[in-house]
């Protein structure tokens, strides 16, 4: 329950979102018992950010539509919300039934929401003629050559063009290209086509007419396009040559090559079977992770955002570099409930970003520390990133297994951060905000603790050993339940005017249309990832690269892993944390479980998962193509390689936590038979901590003083060895790190001492 604003400023600024809804502000976000002048400055800023696109969605959505699109973009996201509510309350429909509704839909909003590229440079135009021309003949060789009949070329030819339609045909309906609009009847087609006709496709066994071979080509050819769209170009690239790989894998030298197949057989086995665009990641969508949409969409209007950002500025914000660690407490409290590096990048950088350029930080470093931290969310149990789910389908664990595996490197991954942001700090001499103007954290948890109940019941619901949906669904009951039990209570004590975040029936439904807009990306990326693992399913071409990594590696874990993360890296230029994860956990992950000899029948194969997912979650990060870091340095209006390179800096602990725990599998709760979990747990938590800490601390060469280059040196080792919870290792390592900072400490009383005498 809230407390009256007695400031003359309104609390929240709102403004029409692409679909022409009142989005909340970000400006909402800023505490109250911030300055007045602070605040002004942050919301002046904030509106500037929203102004240029920079919304807690995407910015390459529509920035305006028509009213009559509003409308049926109003309908038919709710359409599908509704959809997986009754599904996830009443239990879900047959699988094909249940995926192909939920990919047509998705398909079809998406080409709504997202416009196609138009203001096109001379250069740009031709090179996109070039490239449809190349498709169109290609399509016409098919045919000549007997390779695919009419039934594929024609279909995959009219998206082709309807894709240059909507860049250079200015025909528009309510200010809607046409051609997206056909596009958009295309996406709903190829998936309510398969929906009604489930039963007869499926019976078909592969034997398929000509009418469901147009639709599942229409099908495949649009989800790539969608992909471009909601994506970006490099997925896409990546799932093209996949499909030319099936087609032609019988020229291919060496292993790579197979025995080929035909168009019509990767159509039957793509889009109309389960195993390809309907089949795990898919599966794990139209369930799991829809529903968790819904729970963050609710959340996110019942208060917690700003809960969780008032909470980060009580118990942060005085400290040294306090606006820094404030972004990194934000985004991980915020990770816990939307689990995405872009939407948590903006939504909170847009209030954090600005906030530490104020402190006095570069907006390099600023935008990298909200970069960095905002993709650690998808590494913060309860929700985690929507990979996270499909881990549950690959590893055969329940999901309370697997967030339990999390927490520990989870833990050690934000402390690392911690550390590295404090030690800068002091380096730069940045300071905190005076606590007199900081909000008051036990009277926060008094006034709004009730919040997290909802958090907290998920955690509960799972340790119960009940299904994460159902856990989801359960936890937005609770949601709207305590936001209706607030308001009454609010009724009573005459406070319900300034209560803020009410709930009422008209946000409900804005809160469903919001998870579909949030879910949209991952449909298209888990339908192009479920094409990708597909096709290397079909050629059988995933054994034979973990075979070949496992040869070069020769068998060593450590070497597997070193090649598992640059194959994770490389894979994450552009392509979304759920593919890559897909793709890495079906060629990469084998390799390590053959490498570590691990049981796939117990918790260690999440050892090898939850490696490649952790690689995979911090390409959003790496340059070259760094999209948080791109996000990010849009808002702090940086350099977008410098802010990267300072993000991966700052997410040391990273790229080393994966390191730990393949070594020290006690870190995700994982135990030999004879160890005393108790025991052997802490002894390797604690010495993670310490050298992570030690690691922070040579990154950013600073403690009271600048550290010497051989001190960073030895700390540097020091951290490393540290690593392998072995008892040598350990030893070596905390006496390394003691004995600098002995010396340290020895420099700096010695100083003092000199300043008495003087």
Not at 614 to 624: E, M, N, R
């Amino acid at each position: 329950m809230a407390e009256p604003n007695d400031r003359q400023e309104p609390r929240q600024s709102r403004k029409p979102d692409e679909t022409g809804r009142d989005e909340q502000s970000q400006t909402a976000l800023i505490p109250d018992d911030l300055p007045d002048d602070v605040r002004r400055e942050l919301t002046e800023e904030i509106e500037r950010l929203e102004e240029a696109g920079f919304t807690e969605d995407t910015v390459k959505t529509r920035a305006q539509m028509h009213r009559f699109w509003q409308a049926v973009f109003f309908v038919l996201a709710l359409t599908l919300s509704v959809f997986h509510l009754y599904t996830a309350i009443f239990g879900t429909l047959p699988s094909h039934e249940q995926r192909t509704f939920h990919v047509g839909m998705g398909l079809g909003l998406a080409f709504l929401l997202y416009p196609g590229k138009t203001g096109l440079t001379r250069r740009e135009a031709v090179r996109s003629w070039v490239l449809t021309g190349l498709g169109l003949a290609g399509l016409a060789w098919f045919y000549i050559s007997g390779e695919a009949g009419w039934h594929v070329v024609v279909p995959a030819a009219v998206v082709l063009l309807l894709v240059q339609g909507a860049r250079f045909v200015p025909l528009r309906i309510a200010d809607m290209p046409v051609a997206d609009i056909l596009l958009s009847l295309l996406g709903f087609l190829s998936g309510l086509y398969i929906f009604f006709n489930a039963e007869q496709i499926l019976r078909a066994g592969g034997f398929h007419s000509d009418l469901s071979r147009a639709i599942g080509a229409i099908g495949i050819v649009v989800i790539l396009v969608a992909a471009q769209r909601v994506i970006g170009a490099p997925l896409v690239i990546v799932a093209g040559a996949v499909l030319l790989y099936a087609l032609f894998g019988d020229q291919a030298p060496g292993f790579w090559r197979h025995g080929g197949y035909s168009v019509d057989r990767i159509i039957s086995t793509q889009f109309l079977g389960t195993e390809g665009v309907f089949s795990t990641p898919v599966q794990v969508s139209s369930t799991f992770i829809y529903i968790f949409m819904i729970f963050a969409a609710m959340l996110q209007r019942t208060g917690l955002e700003r809960f969780f950002t008032d909470t980060a500025l009580g118990l942060t914000g005085h400290l040294t570099g306090g606006t820094a660690k404030v972004g990194v407490l934000t985004s991980a409290f915020s990770g816990t409930i939307t689990g995405s590096s872009v939407a948590n990048t903006v939504s909170n950088g847009a209030f954090t970003i600005p906030m530490m350029k104020r402190s006095g930080y570069k907006g390099e470093y600023a935008g990298a520390v909200e970069a960095a931290s905002s993709t650690g969310g998808q590494l913060a149990p309860p929700v985690m990133g929507a990979a996270a789910f499909i881990m549950i389908e690959f590893t055969g664990q329940p999901y309370s297994e697997i967030i339990k595996a999390a927490m520990i490197p989870a833990i050690l991954f934000f402390t690392a951060q911690y550390v590295l942001i404090h030690y800068d700090s002091k380096r730069l001499g940045i300071g905190g905000i005076p606590r007199a103007q900081l909000p008051r954290v036990r009277q926060l948890i008094l006034r709004k603790g009730y919040l997290l109940i909802p958090i907290i019941v998920i955690f509960v619901i799972l340790l119960q050993g009940f299904t994460p949906m159902r856990a989801a669904i359960v936890a937005v009951g609770v949601a709207i339940g305590l936001n209706v039990v607030a308001q009454l209570v609010a009724v009573l004590f005459r406070r319900w005017r300034a209560m803020e975040d009410k709930l009422n029936p008209w946000s409900l439904l804005e809160g469903l249309v919001h998870a579909a807009r949030l879910a949209l990306p991952i449909i298209v990326a888990c339908a192009t990832a479920g094409l990708i693992a597909g096709v290397i399913t079909l050629t059988g071409i995933g054994l034979q690269l973990g075979d070949e990594l496992v040869d070069l590696a020769n068998n060593e874990l450590l070497i597997t892993g070193i090649l598992a993360m640059i194959a994770c890296l490389i894979l994450g230029i552009g392509v979304p944390t759920t593919a890559n994860y897909v793709i890495t956990a079906t060629v990469a992950g084998p390799a390590l479980i053959t490498a570590g000899g691990f049981d796939i029948s117990t918790k260690e194969i999440l050892i090898a998962h939850l490696f490649v997912y952790y690689f995979g979650v911090l390409a959003d990060i790496t340059p070259p193509v760094a999209l948080a870091a791109f996000a990010a340095s849009g808002i702090a209006e940086s350099n977008p390689i410098r802010t990267g390179v300072h993000a991966s800096r700052i997410a040391l602990g990273g790229f080393v936590v994966p390191y730990m725990f393949l070594l020290s599998p006690e870190l995700l709760l994982i135990f030999e038979e004879g160890d005393n979990p108790w025991l052997t747990g802490a002894r390797a938590s604690v010495t993670a901590l310490i050298g992570i800490f030690v690691l922070g601390v040579a990154v950013a060469g600073y403690l009271d003083r600048k550290l010497d280059w051989w001190a960073r040196l030895v700390l540097g080792g020091a951290g490393l060895l540290l690593v392998n919870a072995e008892l040598w290792t350990d030893a070596i390592g905390i006496g390394g790190s003691l004995a600098v900072w002995a010396w340290y400490r020895w420099l700096g009383h010695r100083d003092r001492e000199s300043v008495l005498t003087t």
